[in-house]
């Protein structure tokens, strides 16, 4: 990416993608499509290559489907980037698996579930990640060089 594609306009005044604008969204399990798709606009914009967006999009989903499944059922999610990196910032507000919706379904036994396949996803297909844990909840971040040269 090229000085003329770049902007000045992020966190401290570093240089971020020209035609980028953060995301900042709420989310629950009735808006994972939509999340998904601005999710895409957004890195899309970042001037990530057509892979790259996939790439982003699907650690976004793995985190949000994370929140809504083992976490509190909602969440936001915060995209943002500098000179060099775009991250992708998934929260809630509750403790983990205080609310796993598995363990207090009724009727039939659910179809098994193997967990922690979707961090170890999302730890394969991020330049980074970080998870911290506190006592208002969880806050995963992950983070994806915009250019390899």
Known sequence: MTAEERQQGGPGGDVVPAGFTPLDQAFDAGTLYALRAAVA????????????????????????????????????????????????????????????????????????????????LVGQIADHVGVAHGPHGTTTTASFLLSLS
């Not at 943002?80 to 403790?95: H, I, K, P, R």
């Open 41 to 120: 606009a957004h890195a899309a914009a970042a001037g990530l290559d057509r892979r790259r967006v996939y790439d982003v999009t699907a650690v976004a989903h793995e985190l949000a489907a994370n929140v809504v499944v083992h976490g509190a059922g909602d969440g936001r999610l915060r995209l943002w980037a500098d000179s060099e990196f775009l991250y992708c910032q998934v929260s809630d507000d509750c403790q983990p698996g205080a609310t796993d919706k598995a363990a207090v379904t009724d009727g039939p036994a659910p179809w098994r579930a193997e967990h922690g396949h979707g961090l170890w």
